[in-house]
C-alpha cells in the first residue's frame, strides 16, 4: 500500500509583505523580499576516516533580509543609509569612518499581507537591524525607480549575555527563554542530587540529557553527559560545575552521604528558546 506524506495546507502561504522599520511602513515593494538564515560550520574530519565529515561545529549565524524598495525620497534615504546626513534641501552623504553601525539598528518586521494586522503569528521581527548593502538607483523609460536594500540582524544583548537575533512569530506571546526541568535519578545507589542548573537561549535544544556514572570513588565519581541525539557533552566530575562542549547547559552533581557507584544516572529535559 502506497504512503502519503502529512501535509496542512494552513501553513502554507502565498503572500506579500509590509516591512517595517523603526515603526515606519516602507512602502512598495517590487518582487520577492528575502529572508536568508546563514549558518556557518567549522568541518571536523579525522584522519582514519579519510575525507568524510565526523561532525560540524557551529561558527555563528547570520540573517539578512533582501527588498527592491520603490519608494525613493530623501526621508528614506536618510533612515536606511545612517552614514547619509540629511539637510534642508536633501541629503549628501558624509563618510562616518570608524561608527559602529549598531548605533542605528533599528527593529525591522516582515509581516505577510495574507494575514490580518492584528495576527502576528508569522511575521518575522529583526529585534536590531542595519542596511549594509550598497544601492543601486536604476532610471530610465520603462524602470520603475527604486533601489535594492540588504538588512542584516545585530545581536540585541538586551535580554542578557545570551543575545537574540530574531523572532518568529507574535512577540506579543511573550519571549519564551531556554528551560530545563529538574534532574530525575534512575534507580541510584547514591544518594547525591544535580543543582544549579542553567541553559543558554542561543545552544540549549529540546532535549533529554543524560548523566552516567562512569568512575566512581569515595565521595567523588565522573559522569558522562550526553544529549538527546547521543553526542557526547562532556564528562561531569562530582562536585565541580559541569558546562557542555557546546555550551547547551550548566549544572553541579553534589555528592550525597551515600557514594554514586558506575551505573548510576540522572537525565535532564531542556526546551530551546523560540527565538533565533
Known amino acids: 500500500m502506497a504512503s502519503f506524506a502529512t501535509v496542512t495546507p494552513a501553513n502554507i502561504s502565498i503572500s506579500p509583505v509590509r516591512l517595517t522599520f523603526d515603526g515606519v511602513d516602507l512602502g512598495g515593494v517590487e518582487g520577492d523580499v528575502t529572508v536568508s538564515i546563514e549558518q556557518s560550520n567549522s568541518e571536523i574530519k579525522v584522519a582514519q576516516y579519510g575525507d568524510s565529515l565526523i561532525d560540524l561545529v557551529n561558527k555563528g549565524t547570520v540573517i539578512k533580509v533582501k527588498a527592491r524598495l520603490l519608494e525613493v525620497s530623501a526621508a528614506q534615504i536618510k533612515r536606511l543609509f545612517p552614514a547619509s546626513l540629511l539637510g534642508s534641501?536633501?541629503?549628501?552623504?558624509?563618510?562616518?569612518?570608524?561608527?559602529?553601525?549598531?548605533?542605528?539598528?533599528?527593529?525591522?518586521?516582515?509581516?505577510?499581507?495574507?494575514?490580518?494586522?492584528?495576527?502576528?503569528?508569522?511575521?518575522?521581527?529583526?529585534?536590531?537591524?542595519?542596511?549594509?548593502?550598497?544601492?543601486?538607483?536604476?532610471?530610465?523609460?520603462?524602470?520603475?525607480?527604486?533601489?535594492?536594500?540588504?538588512?542584516?540582524?545585530?545581536?540585541?544583548?538586551?535580554?542578557?549575555?545570551?543575545?537574540?537575533?530574531?523572532?518568529?512569530?507574535?512577540?506579543a506571546v511573550g519571549l519564551i527563554s531556554a528551560s530545563a526541568a529538574a534532574a530525575v535519578a534512575g534507580s541510584n545507589t547514591?544518594?547525591?542530587?544535580?543543582?544549579?542548573?542553567?541553559?543558554?537561549?542561543?545552544?540549549?535544544?529540546?532535549?533529554?540529557?543524560?548523566?552516567?556514572?562512569?568512575?566512581?570513588?569515595?565521595n567523588a565519581g565522573e559522569f558522562k553527559v550526553t544529549g538527546g541525539d547521543g553526542r557526547v557533552l562532556g564528562i561531569a566530575t562530582v562536585g565541580v560545575q559541569f558546562t557542555a562542549d557546546d555550551n547547551c547547559i550548566i549544572f553541579t552533581i553534589a555528592d550525597g552521604a551515600t557514594d554514586f557507584i558506575e551505573g548510576d544516572s540522572f537525565t535532564i529535559a531542556t526546551t530551546a528558546a523560540n527565538y533565533i
Open 190 to 218: 547514591g544518594n547525591g542530587t544535580v543543582g544549579s542548573v542553567s541553559v543558554s537561549n542561543t545552544a540549549t535544544r529540546s532535549e533529554t540529557i543524560t548523566l552516567l556514572c562512569i568512575d566512581e570513588g569515595a
Open 89 to 171: 534641501n536633501g541629503n549628501y552623504f558624509a563618510t562616518n569612518v570608524g561608527t559602529k553601525l549598531s548605533a542605528f539598528a533599528k527593529q525591522l518586521v516582515i509581516h505577510p499581507l495574507d494575514r490580518a494586522d492584528a495576527d502576528k503569528t508569522k511575521d518575522i521581527v529583526l529585534f536590531k537591524a542595519v542596511s549594509m548593502s550598497p544601492a543601486e538607483i536604476p532610471y530610465g523609460p520603462e524602470t520603475i525607480t527604486g533601489f535594492e536594500i540588504e538588512f542584516i540582524a545585530l545581536p540585541d544583548f538586551s535580554v542578557g549575555s545570551q543575545a537574540r537575533f530574531a523572532f518568529i512569530g507574535d512577540p
